[in-house]
Structure formats: C-alpha cells, structure tokens
C-alpha cells in the first residue's frame, strides 16, 4: 500500500473508492466493543505515532513501519514535511478506533505478499455503517486509528492504519490531510454545495461537493452511507467529462480549444481557488505560457460565469511532456480586471 501525500494545491478532488478485486465482507470491532486492553494498546500507538510525525522523528516512524509495505523512507519524508508545519502546537485526540481480525482469513499467503483486497464491514449506531477496504497480508489483526488536532487555527487529521506484530502495532498506511479548507469544513461544504445545485450552478456544486467529500472522508479506502449518499449527489450533477475523470475542452476566445484534464480546489492563498490543469504542447516561451494560462482563466469563466462569484481566484496549471508545469494564479478581480 502507497502512502497518500498530502497535497495542498489539488485538495478537494473525487476519488470515488473502488471495490472491485476484493473479497467477501467480514466484520470489525468498534472501539465501543473492544477490550481495555487493545483499545489502551491502539490508542498509545497512535499518540506516539503523532508525536512522531509533529517532531519530525522520522527514525522512529520508520521503525515503526512495516518493512516493504511503508517503509519508503521518501514517502514517509514527504508526509512528516508535508503535515509538520500545520501541527507544531497541537494537541491530539484520537478520534476513532477499529480493529479487524483478519486470523482467519484465507486470502492471505505465509509469504507475506498481498493477495488482494479485503472489506471489513462495521455496523454503528444509527443509520450510518462503514467499510473499510485494507490489503491483507498476513492472517493477523489489523486496526484503522484516527486521530485530529486541536489547539490550533486550523484543524488537521491523521489516520493510521496498523498491523499486529509479534503482539506489537506497527504502521501500514498514514494519511494526513486538512480538516478545513479557506475556513470552512466538510459540512459547510456539502450543504453550500447542496444550495449551489439548487440555483442550478452545477460546476460551483460540483467542486463544493467533491471537496466536501475530501474533507469529511478520513481515507479514500473508507466508505459509508453517508459518503455514498454524498456520492449520489454528485452523480445526479451529470457531469459527465468530469465524474468520468476525462478531459475536456474549452473555447478560446480566438478559436483555440484547450483541453482540461483535471478541476479541483485550493486554500493555499487563504480563499479557495478553482485549479485547473490543461494540456500544453511547449512550456519554453515563458511570454506565451502565461499568455495560454491567463486565456484559459477568462474562457472558463465564460463558460462557467456562476465561478465567479463562489470563488477566490483560478489556478491554472500548464502540462507539457519533459516540462516541469507552468503555474500562475489570480483573484478574479485581476481576471475581470483584464
């Protein structure tokens, strides 16, 4: 299993888990129901692990981390330096716990190699139920920790995922993101976007909805009812080109088409942003990447009028093979002040 990095300047994009490959349901065990015992284990084990990742103490999480699985030294580096400076002062709460026995489970070689995907079903109070999708690779036990910051501006969350060990916790998977975005969380989000759709602006709903579900989602191998319910919403925009995850064009305003490949958002200037990112064919005049990047802010605009008003500005990110991207960003007075 990779690590998921966070990324500040593409946030809020869909990802819509994908079951397919996995093997039959089994179930799990909610902190509620555990024992003292493994939920004092797994709770320390995810407060040092915080801890580890807050002071940078990259020996320790490497230690810490199942050989082969997380133990990409560069990717554990690029998270700690990534989530570090968000959470210097904070303090931790572990949110959530679940723990999945996966002992019996034949899918799972002696070798210790994957041999698929395993969901776990968990029934909670309420109307709400969630499944976690993990890859299984010993017939062992397996817990998801999710942890979120508090004492500071900006709240932030890091979810573990674990594996038992010789009778210790030891990290498969650590996934850190934003817990808000320009001031606002998942729930503003869902309902702003919720509004949006109404008053028949599709592309503002669209892009609200879709951050909401990064924000709310602690990892995108979870799925819930509320999450799919949340997923319908965006489906019934009927977005095609981008629920499809294809790129698209868009007129110029001298005839050109430009070829959009990807929209989110971003919160790195304070405001949230539109990002957009459009295929280039030569990034090597400077004069005339700008020019390109600034066209497509003002034809998507044009197409899409209602962004003006639920956005900050428009980042717009130029790809062109063996080129690094070519990025600029403006706040739609600069657009409109053109």
């Given at each position: 299993m990779e690590f998921h990095r966070t990324l500040r300047i593409l946030a809020c994009l869909l990802v819509v888990p994908t079951l397919a490959g996995t093997v039959h349901a089994q179930s799990c065990t909610p902190q509620s129901m555990m024992t003292q015992a493994d939920r004092d284990a797994l709770v320390q084990a995810a407060l040092r692990f915080s801890a580890d990742v807050q002071t940078g103490n990259l020996s320790a999480l490497r230690a810490a981390s199942i050989n082969g699985t997380t133990g990409d030294a560069d990717a554990i580096a690029k998270i700690v330096e990534d989530t570090e400076p968000h959470i210097k002062q904070a303090k931790f709460i572990v949110d959530w716990l679940w723990l999945f026995d996966a002992t019996g489970n034949t899918t799972t070689a002696n070798s210790g190699q994957s041999s698929g995907l395993v969901d776990f079903y968990c029934a909670l109070a309420g109307e709400t139920d969630v499944t976690f999708t993990l890859h299984v690779t010993d017939p062992t036990k397996y817990a998801v920790a999710i942890v979120h910051t508090t004492a500071i501006a900006a709240p932030w969350q890091i979810s573990f995922v674990m594996k038992q060990t010789d009778g210790k916790w030891q990290m498969v998977d650590l996934i850190s993101k934003p817990l808000t975005a320009a001031g606002h969380d998942g729930l503003w989000y869902w309902t702003a976007g919720r509004a949006a759709a109404k008053r028949g602006e599709s592309w503002t709903a669209w892009l609200y909805l879709t951050c909401a579900d990064q924000l709310l989602a602690p990892m995108d191998s979870l799925s819930s009812t509320n999450r799919e319910k949340l997923h319908r919403e965006i489906a019934a925009l009927h977005l095609a080109q981008i629920s499809q995850q294809q790129p698209f064009l868009i007129d110029g305003?001298?005839?050109?088409?430009?070829?959009?490949?990807?929209?989110?958002?971003?919160?790195?200037?304070?405001?949230?942003?539109?990002?957009v990112r459009v295929n280039a064919t030569n990034l090597s005049d400077p004069v005339a990447a700008r020019k390109r990047n600034l066209e497509v802010m003002t034809s998507l605009l044009t197409k899409f009028p209602e962004l003006r008003t639920a956005f900050h500005g428009i980042w717009v990110f130029a790809d062109a093979p063996g080129a690094a991207p070519y990025a600029i960003e403006q706040t739609m007075e600069q657009i409109a002040a053109r």
């Open positions: 305003s001298a005839g050109e088409k430009y070829s959009i490949t990807l929209l989110g958002t971003s919160d790195v200037f304070g405001g949230l942003d539109v990002v």
